[in-house]
């Protein structure tokens, strides 16, 4: 079970890392064969938005990919490719549409093309299920089953994926990703394992988490919660029974509500909390019963060798492990 969360984050977490571009190589993973990825220029992405077509960013899609710009992607099958991964990933305010240009498959033979609305690691959802708008089935949409229906599908967050078996050597589908602004952003995950977000929930009665797939430090600066206005009118007693609060939270596994949490910020805070977290995942999450605008700000900071070494000598692992039911 342990191997398993480490080997899948370690996975997330190398992926992540070629996007800032510090990452040549990904190891080898269950997925696929294609073991070496290149180093995307992220240059492009900022140049990409109101590009005439011609100058669209074009190239190959690989069985394991990771992909973090807009352009059209072709995967064209050299030889039987039974399982396929391709993650997007966009801007903290931005969600994702895939459009599927031409697709070549042979459907009937077995193959498939499914995208995800969010990103599933053996059977483990970001967003959890509980957190995302659309029950789970209908976040698989299967181009196979839907066919020319759903052309376009239209993520809710700004991570999205596809799955995808080819039987045939020489079968090929093309996709466009295009990225949309996203004004209230509901769980993100981060695409570095450094930087500072301001999250807003306006009188929805909704959670949203804020995932760092590394060991960080997270530095909440300021958090506003509906409470404030109404402290002389009823006293509030622990976070989880105000129905409003911030949890930072910790586990190794990407699934949200399977996190550990290392604090609840409700009505008591005073002045900027730092907490270390050093699981593979790192979260802020922030619970709304939908009667206040809720709007938290928070920085985060990859921990150092040193900073993880002593919080291992303090058994943090265990807790990394503690995944809540
Ligand atoms: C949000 O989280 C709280 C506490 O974990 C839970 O009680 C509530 O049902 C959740 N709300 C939604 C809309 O999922």
Redesign the pocket.
Known sequence: MERTFREQLFLLALCVSVLTGDCRYIENNEISKDDIYSVFNLDLKREMSEIPEELIYRRSLRCLDMISVEGQFTFTADRPQPNCAAFFMAEPNEVLSLEYDSVDVDCRGGDFITVFDGWVMKGEKFPSS??HPLPSFERYVSYCDSGSVRKTVRSNQNVAMIFFRIHNEGSSFTITVRKHNNPFPCNVISQSPEGSFTMVIPQQ???CSFSIVYPVEIEVSEFSLGHYNNIAKRPLPGC?ETGDFVQLLGGNTIDPSKLSPVTDLCISFTGPTQMKIGCENAAVRM??SGRFINRVSFSYRPLTPQELQSLKLNSIDDFCFNNSP
């Open positions: 509980q957190d009665h909704r959670n989880a619970v709304s």
